[in-house]
């Protein structure tokens, strides 16, 4: 691996020698490390291609929403450029980027209020920053990505195809969906017609894709893979769906999974507060529909996975993405009774 990472390394300085190398994620989507040379530390990634199959396209909106902050002066990561004024490293064994390290602690869950508001006001300047961006300018690299409509139509559709074991034991979960999806259709739709306004958002906004400071303090976030046109509810939503829950994804034993009032209501408060400059009336009478509306998006999408045998997510038994739906709708039934006590929705 040092040999390789060194070839990789010579297209953006003419000498360079590797002292360390760390493995950070080898899985499904990238593999990613971080490396320790005489030039610098710096995070190497190979971007997994089967998964991103536009990867002109995906580079193309990564290094103009980076290069976007960098010049707006929002902190953010930096990619090298290689000596043909590249971003990126095209090899036989596929697309790789470089970029320098950040000092920093990786979370994978909101620990306190005082977290949620730091994210919530962050995240909401991070939408401030790229208001101005020309949204047309970017491409769709994953098409229907956010779609909740069609991830609704295709978990019926899935109905079809279905085995009789797995379609009854899914069937409780399957009409809880429908009796509810009306309950979030109508921002669905406002979404895709862009009556809530299209801007540029991140797509992948889980708590591990911001870098914290030792002491706590957020530095920025990471993983712009997915960076794309789309609604900052979906944004919102995202980070709150892991959030603001008490327990992970795929727990089980749902007396556990529990809706935290606190850690919502701090990064609502934030963001609001800081989004308030640039948000549409649109947006701000829908965010609070951000969490349930992902909550069943995503539910739709286990679940369908669930009948057409698991070809999608990876699963560590036959019911785990059938638990993974049960988690989702057990979180929106708490989510749907606090909106319902607190605003007078869904």
Same mark, same amino acid.
Request: hydrophobic fraction near 40%; glycine fraction near 4%; charged fraction near 20%.
């Given at each position: 691996?040092?040999?390789?990472?060194?070839?990789?390394?010579?297209?953006?300085?003419?000498?360079?020698?590797?002292?360390?190398?760390?493995?950070?994620?080898?899985?499904? &989507?990238?593999?990613?490390?971080?490396?320790?040379?005489?030039?610098?530390?710096?995070?190497?990634?190979? &971007?997994?291609?089967?998964?991103? #199959?536009?990867?002109?396209?995906? +580079?193309?909106?990564?290094?103009? =929403? =980076?290069?976007?902050? !960098?010049?707006?002066?929002?902190?953010?990561?930096?990619?090298?450029?290689?000596?043909?004024?590249?971003?990126?490293?095209?090899?036989?064994?596929?697309?790789?980027?470089?970029?320098?390290?950040?000092?920093?602690?990786?979370?994978?869950?909101?620990?306190?209020?005082?977290?949620?508001?730091?994210?919530?006001?962050?995240?909401?300047?991070?939408?401030?920053?790229?208001?101005?961006?020309?949204?047309s300018e970017l491409e769709i690299t994953i098409p229907d990505f956010h779609n909740t409509e069609k991830r609704f139509n295709d978990l019926c559709a899935s109905s079809t195809f279905a085995s009789k074991e797995r379609l009854l034991n899914a069937h409780k979960d399957i009409e809880y969906i429908k009796e509810n999806f009306q309950s979030v259709q109508s921002i669905a739709v406002a979404i895709q017609k862009k009556t809530i306004p299209e801007r540029v958002v991140h797509n992948d906004t889980k708590v591990?894709?911001?870098?914290?400071?030792?002491?706590?303090?957020? +530095?920025?976030?990471?993983?712009?893979? /997915?960076?794309?046109?789309?609604?900052?509810?979906?944004?919102?939503?995202?980070?709150?769906?892991?959030?603001?829950?008490?327990? #992970?994804?795929?727990? !089980?034993?749902?007396?556990?999974?529990?809706?935290?009032?606190?850690?919502?209501?701090?990064?609502?408060?934030?963001?609001?507060?800081?989004?308030?400059?640039?948000?549409?009336?649109?947006?701000?009478?829908?965010?609070?529909?951000?969490? #349930?509306?992902?909550?069943?998006?995503?539910?739709?999408?286990?679940?369908?996975?669930?009948?057409?045998?698991? /070809?999608?997510?990876?699963?560590?038994?036959?019911?785990?993405? +059938?638990?993974?739906?049960?988690?989702?709708?057990?979180?929106?039934?708490? =989510?749907?009774?606090?909106?319902?006590? !607190?605003?007078?929705?869904?």
């Amino acid at each position: 691996m040092n040999a390789r990472l060194h070839t990789l390394l010579l297209h953006y300085f003419n000498e360079i020698v590797i002292l360390t190398v760390e493995t950070l994620q080898s899985g499904l &989507i990238n593999s990613t490390y971080k490396s320790e040379t005489s030039q610098g530390t710096f995070i190497i990634q190979k &971007i997994n291609q089967e998964v991103f #199959p536009n990867i002109g396209e995906l +580079l193309h909106n990564k290094t103009k =929403v =980076v290069a976007y902050l !960098q010049n707006h002066n929002f902190p953010t990561i930096e990619f090298l450029k290689t000596f043909k004024d590249s971003y990126y490293v095209d090899t036989e064994e596929g697309i790789w980027q470089v970029s320098r390290y950040i000092s920093s602690c990786v979370q994978h869950k909101i620990d306190s209020p005082e977290m949620a508001a730091q994210l919530g006001g962050y995240l909401a300047r991070f939408h401030s920053a790229l208001t101005d961006f020309p949204v047309s300018e970017l491409e769709i690299t994953i098409p229907d990505f956010h779609n909740t409509e069609k991830r609704f139509n295709d978990l019926c559709a899935s109905s079809t195809f279905a085995s009789k074991e797995r379609l009854l034991n899914a069937h409780k979960d399957i009409e809880y969906i429908k009796e509810n999806f009306q309950s979030v259709q109508s921002i669905a739709v406002a979404i895709q017609k862009k009556t809530i306004p299209e801007r540029v958002v991140h797509n992948d906004t889980k708590v591990s894709n911001f870098l914290f400071s030792e002491n706590g303090e957020l +530095l920025t976030i990471i993983d712009f893979d /997915t960076v794309m046109p789309g609604s900052v509810l979906h944004d919102i939503g995202d980070a709150l769906r892991t959030g603001a829950s008490t327990a #992970p994804e795929d727990e !089980q034993d749902l007396t556990k999974v529990a809706f935290n009032v606190a850690i919502y209501t701090a990064f609502i408060t934030a963001y609001i507060k800081e989004g308030q400059s640039f948000l549409t009336p649109e947006e701000l009478n829908a965010i609070h529909f951000s969490l #349930p509306l992902i909550l069943l998006e995503q539910a739709c999408r286990f679940l369908e996975d669930y009948l057409r045998n698991d /070809t999608y997510y990876e699963v560590q038994y036959d019911t785990h993405n +059938l638990v993974r739906t049960r988690t989702q709708l057990h979180l929106f039934e708490h =989510v749907k009774q606090y909106l319902n006590k !607190q605003f007078n929705i869904l």
